[in-house]
């Protein structure tokens, strides 16, 4: 990967346009989004309920297709992979933090960080222990054999992020991360992404709506009606 | 993934429990009927397969299965020995007497004579005493049902007196016959004892027993008797075909045990294919999740058929365990003699309920298939 690297994008998105249904029921989600998120930040999507920041997101991430305009994510024009090709760019380069965790419940919390190494084909049992050390530096390493029932919404959270990170992502996608956590969690989990995610090699793209926690975004893209209303850049001492 | 797999499977014990259980059942009920079934249908031929000497069985014309029969007159003996081919004939009775200890106890029991020098076709799993004993006159074999109806409680011996279609007679061994349609005892004689305990008739000859010479192939030593003689002739395994069909064309023994076997699919195919679909469906975002993270959709059908496959197999070995049971603990009940798990009914059952189930399952894979991993992020 060329440019990898403090102000490098990491993604780029222009002139991007996205229509659900045809005809009368058309419905025009995104009206030409442009957009760059840059390695070494977190860049936060802000956008109330239908704005267009969910669809955003799963084109960026390769889920859904674009319409109209490019989407450029470390160095891969999305448009032109082939049809198997999307899941494997997304296995071996995204990491994703999901609203509901999405903690499969009949696995330990080591087991549920595991899962990324374990679809790309690695073994059962160094693939839990590498999730284990991960787990321990996220603060839950006593908490790895626990199932997720008997976790709290913080410490699913936690192994989330583990299962996000595990395979070294360049890119980290993060959909409402503190929707279900109250605010010292929210907080709490939000700091604890900044200090494990978000390093030069790496960017970081969250789509939220939680005001309280915008002092953690290095760059704010506001989302409404399927436009950007604006974009903010701050400034911050290196964490 | 296959570790992924299973733990989603076995992690919800209901729904995993209530998948193993309703195939489990459902192999039970199709596998314990199907082998009754198979059990009943051996048994209509049962005399036709104990009788082991006799290739060949010669008949009236009309006869369409074994319990059913027009005497042939003794002549129609002679005029088979005759035809060319014949290494021997012999005649068989089989007929109904009424038979009665010395308590006074009676039961009806077929009565089969046997040709008074060859006794083709007397039994040879003997319990007590022995075969020959029956070149005696006034002396029979019977089979160990009528022996504990009539001698409740006593050992297998031999020299019982019976009174069998009105003359006293000796038991000279109880055998181990086969176990026939209607749970009657079966009562050996020799042809001319038998004749005379049911009474002379101007035709009284039930069969023509016959053995084709070295070289002759049985089908046609069939066509010659036909030929020459006018009487039917079929192979013992024609003929007990023929009888097995005419039970299945004539009676509502299979139409009974078709809607129990049916129902038994459908219970099977509905219990376990509505669990697995609901599995399935309370699993979707996580497989959703999944897609998302990059697990290919090829790669989630082949971890949702692993749990199929598991389940099916376990619940598949626990029904089929369950029928063996049965008949393993039942196997010295004398009226249930002659039933029992067949492989081919093992074979059958599998492959009817792994069809039903991964189809079932197919259905359900389908929902997985389309789903589209952007749920996850819709909250």
């Given at each position: 990967?060329?440019?990898?690297?403090m102000?490098?994008?990491?993604?780029?998105?222009?002139?991007?346009e996205?229509s659900?249904?045809?005809?009368?029921?058309?419905?025009?989600?995104?009206?030409?989004?442009?957009?760059?998120?840059?390695?070494?930040?977190?860049?936060?999507?802000?956008?109330?309920?239908?704005?267009?920041?969910?669809?955003?997101?799963?084109?960026?991430?390769?889920?859904?297709?674009a319409?109209?305009?490019?989407?450029?994510?470390?160095?891969?024009?999305?448009?032109?992979?082939?049809?198997?090709?999307?899941?494997?760019?997304?296995?071996?380069?995204?990491?994703?933090?999901?609203?509901?965790?999405?903690?499969?419940?009949?696995?330990?919390?080591?087991?549920?960080?595991?899962?990324?190494?374990?679809?790309?084909?690695?073994?059962?049992?160094?693939?839990?222990?590498?999730?284990r050390?991960?787990?321990?530096?996220?603060?839950?390493?006593?908490?790895?054999?626990?199932?997720?029932?008997?976790?709290?919404?913080?410490?699913?959270?936690?192994?989330?992020?583990?299962?996000?990170?595990?395979?070294?992502?360049?890119?980290?996608?993060?959909?409402?991360?503190?929707?279900?956590?109250d605010?010292?969690?929210?907080?709490?989990?939000?700091?604890?992404?900044?200090?494990?995610?978000?390093?030069?090699?790496?960017?970081?793209?969250?789509?939220?709506?939680?005001?309280?926690?915008?002092?953690?975004?290095?760059?704010?893209?506001?989302?409404?009606?399927?436009?950007?209303?604006?974009?903010?850049?701050?400034?911050?001492?290196?964490? | 993934?296959?570790?992924?797999?299973?733990?989603?499977?076995?992690?919800?014990?209901?729904?995993?429990?209530?998948?193993?259980?309703?195939?489990?059942?459902?192999?039970f009920?199709?596998?314990?009927?199907?082998?009754?079934?198979?059990?009943?249908?051996?048994?209509?031929?049962?005399?036709?397969?104990?009788?082991?000497?006799?290739?060949?069985?010669?008949?009236?014309?009309?006869?369409?299965?074994?319990d059913?029969?027009?005497?042939?007159?003794?002549?129609?003996?002679?005029?088979?020995?005759?035809?060319?081919?014949?290494?021997?004939?012999?005649?068989?009775?089989?007929?109904?007497?009424?038979?009665?200890?010395?308590?006074?106890?009676?039961?009806?029991?077929?009565?089969?004579?046997?040709?008074?020098?060859?006794?083709?076709?007397?039994?040879?799993?003997?319990?007590?005493?022995?075969?020959?004993?029956?070149?005696?006159?006034?002396?029979?074999?019977?089979?160990?049902?009528?022996?504990?109806?009539?001698?409740p409680?006593?050992?297998?011996?031999?020299g019982?007196?019976?009174?069998?279609?009105?003359?006293?007679?000796?038991?000279?061994?109880?055998?181990?016959?086969?176990?026939?349609?209607?749970?009657?005892?079966?009562?050996?004689?020799?042809?001319?004892?038998?004749?005379?305990?049911?009474?002379?008739?101007?035709?009284?000859?039930?069969?023509?027993?016959?053995?084709?010479?070295?070289?002759?192939?049985?089908?046609?030593?069939?066509?010659?008797?036909?030929?020459?003689?006018?009487?039917?002739?079929?192979?013992?395994?024609?003929?007990?075909?023929?009888?097995?069909?005419?039970?299945?064309?004539?009676?509502?023994?299979?139409?009974?045990?078709?809607?129990?076997?049916?129902?038994?699919?459908?219970?099977?195919?509905?219990?376990?294919?509505?669990?697995?679909?609901?599995?399935?469906?309370?699993?979707?975002?996580?497989?959703?999740?999944?897609?998302?993270?990059?697990?290919?959709?090829?790669?989630?059908?082949g971890?949702?058929?692993?749990?199929?496959?598991?389940?099916?197999?376990?619940?598949?070995?626990?029904?089929?365990?369950?029928?063996?049971?049965?008949?393993?603990?039942?196997?010295?009940?004398?009226?249930?003699?002659?039933?029992?798990?067949l492989?081919?009914?093992?074979?059958?059952?599998?492959?009817?309920?792994?069809?039903?189930?991964?189809?079932?399952?197919?259905?359900?894979?389908?929902?997985v298939?389309?789903?589209?991993?952007?749920?996850?992020?819709?909250?």
């Amino acid at each position: 990967m060329g440019g990898a690297g403090m102000s490098q994008p990491a993604v780029v998105c222009e002139r991007v346009e996205k229509s659900f249904g045809s005809g009368e029921q058309r419905l025009r989600v995104l009206r030409g989004i442009d957009l760059t998120a840059n390695y070494g930040e977190m860049t936060f999507l802000l956008g109330p309920s239908g704005s267009g920041k969910t669809t955003l997101l799963s084109i960026i991430a390769g889920i859904l297709r674009a319409d109209g305009g490019t989407v450029r994510v470390l160095d891969r024009d999305l448009a032109r992979l082939r049809n198997g090709e999307g899941a494997k760019f997304r296995l071996e380069n995204l990491g994703f933090v999901f609203q509901q965790f999405n903690l499969i419940p009949a696995l330990t919390a080591a087991e549920n960080a595991a899962v990324p190494l374990l679809a790309a084909g690695a073994r059962r049992k160094p693939a839990v222990e590498r999730a284990r050390a991960l787990l321990a530096d996220l603060g839950m390493g006593h908490r790895a054999d626990v199932l997720p029932s008997k976790l709290s919404g913080g410490e699913q959270q936690r192994v989330a992020f583990a299962r996000a990170l595990i395979q070294d992502p360049r890119l980290v996608i993060c959909d409402e991360p503190t929707s279900a956590l109250d605010g010292a969690a929210g907080r709490h989990v939000m700091e604890l992404l900044r200090n494990v995610a978000v390093s030069p090699q790496r960017a970081v793209v969250v789509v939220t709506h939680d005001f309280r926690i915008l002092e953690f975004a290095d760059r704010i893209a506001e989302i409404d009606d399927g436009v950007i209303q604006k974009i903010e850049t701050r400034k911050r001492e290196s964490s | 993934m296959n570790f992924v797999s299973l733990q989603m499977l076995t992690g919800d014990r209901a729904k995993y429990l209530g998948l193993v259980l309703a195939i489990a059942f459902s192999t039970f009920l199709m596998s314990h009927q199907m082998s009754i079934f198979a059990g009943l249908l051996e048994r209509t031929r049962s005399q036709i397969s104990d009788i082991e000497d006799a290739e060949i069985w010669v008949m009236d014309a009309k006869t369409r299965y074994v319990d059913e029969v027009r005497a042939l007159s003794d002549q129609e003996l002679y005029r088979v020995r005759g035809v060319q081919g014949v290494e021997w004939a012999v005649p068989l009775f089989k007929g109904v007497a009424r038979v009665k200890n010395e308590e006074g106890t009676f039961r009806n029991a077929i009565l089969l004579g046997l040709d008074d020098a060859t006794l083709t076709g007397v039994p040879r799993r003997i319990l007590a005493g022995s075969w020959q004993a029956i070149g005696e006159p006034e002396t029979i074999l019977i089979d160990r049902v009528g022996y504990q109806f009539f001698f409740p409680g006593q050992p297998y011996r031999a020299g019982g007196r019976l009174d069998v279609g009105g003359k006293w007679v000796t038991i000279g061994a109880v055998a181990d016959a086969s176990p026939p349609f209607v749970n009657l005892p079966v009562v050996y004689a020799r042809y001319s004892d038998a004749i005379a305990m049911v009474g002379r008739e101007p035709q009284q000859m039930s069969f023509v027993l016959a053995k084709p010479q070295g070289g002759v192939a049985p089908a046609e030593l069939c066509r010659r008797i036909q030929a020459a003689t006018g009487l039917k002739a079929a192979t013992k395994q024609e003929f007990g075909w023929e009888t097995i069909w005419y039970y299945i064309a004539n009676t509502g023994i299979p139409i009974n045990f078709g809607i129990t076997i049916t129902i038994a699919l459908m219970v099977g195919a509905l219990v376990s294919g509505q669990t697995f679909s609901l599995f399935i469906l309370e699993n979707l975002r996580f497989f959703g999740a999944l897609k998302a993270i990059g697990v290919t959709t090829p790669r989630i059908v082949g971890m949702i058929l692993l749990q199929a496959v598991v389940v099916l197999f376990i619940g598949y070995g626990l029904g089929v365990a369950l029928t063996a049971a049965f008949f393993e603990l039942t196997k010295d009940n004398l009226d249930l003699r002659g039933f029992r798990l067949l492989p081919e009914i093992m074979l059958l059952v599998a492959g009817v309920i792994f069809g039903v189930v991964l189809l079932a399952t197919m259905v359900s894979v389908r929902r997985v298939a389309v789903v589209d991993p952007a749920v996850v992020f819709r909250g």
